[in-house]
């Protein structure tokens, strides 16, 4: 029906068809068009007529001085979190920036003109806007607000400019709040302020509300780490003054945005995986002492607790305070270490009689030896008999009966008669003149030294039954001193583990004050 009607009004009128959609009323600025021509004529004329001679670079001000600056009215819609880099402090929103404020060289009279509302273009491009926008800019800076898309500003008839974009607010960030990480509500406050003109020109200030969130579908989040609190953001104008005009003040919009930390996820993969591994750590107290895997096992726990130390290293701040979950993976640790320190303790102790011996075998050897060569040179002296194997595998378990044996043989030794052991050193002398010849000074020779190797090795048997008995009672006594130090560990390590964690857990919310 339109098409026809056009096609009609064409045939019928061409040349005001033509004047119609040519808007030949755009060639006179002064007069407005007829309240009859087209809409988009009327708001092509009002941009044009209200733009004719406009400087983009010169703020809105009435009058000079310094008691009648540009009112701007700043405010922020959080859209969405985009991403919280604790580690790095930076923070990306994705936000609506939205700013208003009066600029008379755009008034009109909407009954004059009949329209109620025009879009100018506008941008922070000085070659690019159609009006005057503020130079706002994000003071702690990760990216520029100069990147945020260019959209149309809003004007209304009495001058009123409305203008909203969206873009990403990154923002570097002092965190604070930290020391309670993960149940910790870390904060991050940033500055917004003018950048080419001071308070005298352009004022700013807080946009009723100041900060809002998005209630769209769109904005919502279902699986992320943070989430604002909105009922802890805080806002703050300051007004600064710097060395290049200590006259003229500098207004600054600070907000300060509360975030609440997601803690399962580190609870899940690093509070509880230390507090097991801890606790594991302490069964090695139950282990007996000559089980080779208590050693192993105390360090394999000990190694499980560094690579879950490592892993979370990677999600937390390099900060000079102390956090709350970095204490407990570091006491945790060192609980472990104890333990394993424990259990070296105890097995030096039960096999240092093994050590002890080995040097003693070489001290034996080297005496032996000596004591043979000291024998074979000595006079000859027999014995009264050889040692039976009775003397040479004694049984007794018993350090005394050892030594009653050693001692009823000498006693037996001692009691042979006197003239028995004449006869024999006689018969002795009359042999040794009778056969001098070399090959009989070699069999005596031969005859002393074995007699002398028997007489040592007799001793030797002696000595090794007492210095083994020796040996087991002492191993049994540092068995003993490792199955108490076992038994007290494990008691002291549970419950001083036990009473770290609840003092942590119970002075969380005051953790890190002061």
């Keep these: 029906m339109l098409t026809i009607a056009a096609l009609l009004l064409s045939l019928l009128f061409p040349a005001a068809y033509a004047n119609l959609a040519n808007c030949q009323w755009l ?52 859209f969405k979190i985009v991403d919280i880099d604790i580690k790095n402090a930076i923070m990306e929103l994705s ?22 509302q025009l879009a100018y273009y506008a941008s922070n491009d000085r070659e690019q806007t159609t009006i005057w926008v503020p130079d706002l800019e994000l003071y702690n800076q990760y990216e520029s607000l100069y990147d945020f898309a260019d959209k149309p500003a809003q004007v209304f008839p009495n001058g009123f400019v409305f203008w909203s974009r969206p873009g990403p607010l990154k923002v570097l960030c002092a965190f604070r709040d930290l020391t309670q990480l993960p149940f910790d509500k870390p904060s991050c406050a940033f500055e917004l302020g003018g950048w080419a003109k001071s308070g005298y020109d352009v004022n700013y200030e807080f946009m009723s509300p100041p900060v ?81 895997e208590r050693l192993s096992f105390g360090v394999t726990i000990l190694l499980a607790m560094v690579a879950v130390d490592i892993i979370s290293s990677e999600l937390l701040p390099i900060c000079p305070e102390y956090l709350f979950i970095e204490v407990l993976v ?40 000596a004591a043979s060569a000291i024998v074979a040179a000595a006079p000859f002296t027999p014995m009264a008999e ?72 007799f001793v030797n048997a002696k000595k090794s039954r007492k210095d083994y008995l020796r040996r087991r009672n002492l191993q049994e006594e540092y068995l003993e001193w490792g199955r108490k130090l076992d038994k007290f560990s494990r008691w002291f390590f549970v419950v001083a583990y036990t009473v770290f964690l609840i003092i942590m857990f119970c002075t969380i919310s005051i953790w890190g004050d002061g």
């Design 27 to 78: 060639a006179d600025l002064k007069t407005p068009p007829p309240a009859s021509a087209p809409y988009f004529c009327l708001e092509s004329w009002l941009q044009q007529a209200s733009l004719e001679g406009y400087d983009t670079m010169s703020p809105p001000r009435e009058l000079g001085g310094n008691t009648n600056p540009v009112f701007v009215d700043v405010g922020i819609n959080i």
């Design 212 to 292: 809002s969130f998005s209630t769209e579908e769109s904005a919502a989040t279902t699986y992320q780490q943070y989430k604002i609190i909105g009922d802890d953001t805080r806002t703050n104008r300051r007004e600064y003054f710097y060395p290049c005009c200590p006259n003229e003040p500098w207004p600054v919009l600070q907000y300060e945005v509360t975030l609440d930390r997601a803690a399962s996820y580190y609870v899940l993969k690093v509070i509880v995986p230390n507090i097991l591994f801890a606790f594991l750590s302490f069964l090695v107290f139950w282990f007996d002492v000559r089980t080779g």
């Design 95 to 116: 936000v609506w920036l939205r700013m208003s404020w009066t600029d008379t060289r755009l008034v009109w009279d909407p009954d004059v003109v009949g329209v109620s």
């Design 330 to 369: 570091a006491v945790s640790l060192l609980f472990a270490f104890l333990a394993l320190c424990e259990t070296c303790l105890v097995v030096y102790w039960y096999y240092k009689s093994d050590a002890n011996e080995e040097k003693e075998n070489v001290v034996t050897s080297t005496i032996t030896k």
């Design 386 to 457: 050889e040692p039976s194997a009775r003397d040479l595998n004694i049984n007794s378990d018993d350090e005394d009966t050892v030594n009653d044996a050693v001692f009823q043989d000498c006693e037996e030794f001692k009691e042979e008669p006197k003239e028995k052991a004449a006869a024999e050193e006689g018969g002795l002398r009359q042999r040794r003149k009778t056969f001098s010849s070399p090959l009989a000074s070699f069999r005596d020779s031969f005859k002393k030294s074995k007699a002398a190797g028997k007489n040592v090795s």
